[in-house]
């Protein structure tokens, strides 16, 4: 049974952009199924101010959820919800992701009105990216592409493909479905080809962990299959020690029990990789998290010298 409903509307935090006000208001829908109300709070973050240059050169994972998390320890808000690829697996001790909403496609797509596909792009084409992860893929199936910065929100980037400043750019369809902008994708990168960011399509929602009241009004919304597959991707990432900075990508599947993870770490350039592939049956957040950790762990002594040191 959920437990009785605040008298007061809880206040949810959120980035601004288009795409974080939209995941906002997913989850403030789930809630109001459970008739708990939330006000939307937005808070501008490190990473919405930070226009200028790669993330992975201010400071990586953790900028686009600082101040989010500040706000929760200063109880200006009650939750803060975030996609999941951009918190780090390492959170204050006082708070904890207490939901996470059933995962939207995880998959990487390549929007050009050039070419059908990455394939097809002519040599030298410029194709924009700010991921590190993104980029070495590129660069290994395209060494002679050109790889070239592309920061902003979701219709900045499409804008900035409109007016020419790339030939193609690649996005994550979590994202554009959850704007309604998936029509823009002109091809979906195959998971069996392209493995996306640890976490890609999940959102979480954090909370104080003392909190016992909120974390109940929130646990309904728990989806165990994205619980599962996100605690076995975070796992893998947490053994790798990874951050914005690392070319690493990954994904699970949890069907029937059954636990299917790859994941692979890139050199930067794309020139090399190595990567790893498991299967478990697995009952538990925690078992399949165990998964994921070994999975790193046995990946990390020849990925070395692509790893932080």
């Known amino acids: ?9 809880l206040r949810l935090g959120t980035r601004g ?3 974080a006000l939209a995941q906002a208001e997913l989850v403030r829908a789930g809630l109001a199924v459970w008739c708990v109300a939330c006000e939307i709070v937005p808070v501008k973050t490190t990473g919405d101010r930070i226009t200028d240059r790669p993330l992975a050169e201010a400071g990586g994972k953790g900028l686009f ?8 320890l200063a109880n200006r808000i009650d939750l803060a919800v975030h996609s999941m690829k951009d918190v780090p697996v390492a959170l204050p001790a006082s708070l904890q992701i207490a939901a996470l909403l059933p995962r939207e496609d995880p998959r990487d797509v390549f929007i050009s009105a050039m070419a059908a596909n990455l394939r097809e792009l002519p040599q030298g084409a410029r194709v924009g990216s700010s991921s590190v992860r993104r980029q070495a893929q590129i660069l290994r199936a395209r060494p002679d592409l050109q790889v070239l910065p592309l920061r902003g929100n979701v219709d900045t980037r499409i804008e900035k493909l409109a007016r020419g400043e790339f030939d193609a750019i690649l996005l994550a369809m979590a ?4 704007l309604g902008l998936e029509g823009r994708a002109t091809a979906c990168l195959p998971l069996s080809e392209w493995l996306p960011a640890l976490s890609q399509g ?4 954090e909370v104080r962990s003392a909190d016992r009241t909120i974390c109940d009004l929130v646990a309904p919304l728990n989806d165990k299959q994205t619980a599962v597959t996100l605690a076995c991707e975070r796992a893998f990432q947490a053994a790798l020690d990874g951050s914005c900075t690392t070319a690493i990508g990954g994904i699970a599947m949890y069907q029937s029990g059954v636990l299917r993870f790859r994941g692979e770490v890139l050199a930067p350039d794309g020139g090399g990789h190595m990567d790893v592939m498991v299967e478990e ?3 538990s957040v925690d ?9 790193g762990l046995s990946i990390k002594p020849r990925a070395a010298q692509w790893l932080p040191r």
């Open 281 to 283: 049956a697995v009952a």
């Open 65 to 72: 959820t600082k101040e989010l998390e500040e706000a929760l």
């Open 175 to 178: 994202g554009l479905k959850r």
């Open 17 to 19: 952009s288009k795409l």
């Open 287 to 295: 078992e399949a998290y165990e998964v994921g950790r070994t999975a």
């Open 202 to 205: 999940a959102i979480g929602i």
């Open 1 to 9: 049974m959920n437990p009785q409903s605040p008298q007061s509307p």
